[in-house]
């Protein structure tokens, strides 16, 4: 039951997404449109923007973060999405998606990292190097959503890979 309301709820803040930016956005107004009390927002959300993460990571878990195929459906879903993910992109107040799916892309490719060097820590360097990625990895992806019709999600992940920092590509795809 919990499941189903956080997607009845997820759905109705994407249908208000479609007629405003975030910002503008009350959570009356998403549980007028819901049908829900306050209460019910709030016990499955702290506020909107945890809301709008929610909708992210739950579209993103799948994804298998080093496999070009897998990362191309995860952007096309995006783009079949478009509207929710141009107004989620757009926001760019303290709680933007785009810090939440950096921060979510650090811990994904920092734990498979230490998956694969069979360790709990990974080096400063590596440390470093993860995050730079994800920083442009999310920038780039913000990018295309925001402002590119014409390459193919297939090419944009292609060429994150390639950009990828030395250290880290040997790890992902060297080993």
């Known amino acids: ?78 783009k079949s999405d478009f509207i929710f993910y141009k107004r989620a992109y757009e926001d760019s107040s303290q709680n933007a998606l785009w810090r939440y799916m950096l921060e979510y892309f650090v811990e994904r490719y920092t734990h498979l990292a230490k998956e694969k060097l069979h360790s709990d820590i990974i080096d400063a360097q590596l440390a470093y190097s993860i995050r730079f990625y994800c920083m442009g990895a999310v920038g780039m992806t913000q990018e295309w959503v925001l402002n590119d019709n014409i390459t193919s999600s297939e090419t944009i992940v292609q060429m994150m890979f390639e950009s990828m920092p030395k250290n880290m590509y040997k790890l992902f795809f060297e080993n």
């Not at 997404?17 to 927002?41: S, W």
């Not at 878990?61 to 191309?72: F, G, K, N, P, V």
Request: net charge positive; charged share 30%; with cysteine.
């Open 1 to 78: 039951m919990s499941e189903t309301t956080k997607l009845w709820i997820a759905e109705k803040m994407k249908e208000l997404m479609k007629y405003k930016p975030i910002k503008d956005i009350r959570v009356k107004e998403i549980c007028l449109n819901a049908g829900i009390e306050r209460q019910t927002f709030y016990y499955h959300f702290k506020d909107k923007y945890d809301l709008v993460a929610w909708i992210f990571y739950r579209s993103a878990y799948d994804t298998d973060i080093i496999s070009i195929e897998s990362a191309s459906k995860s952007m096309n879903r995006m």
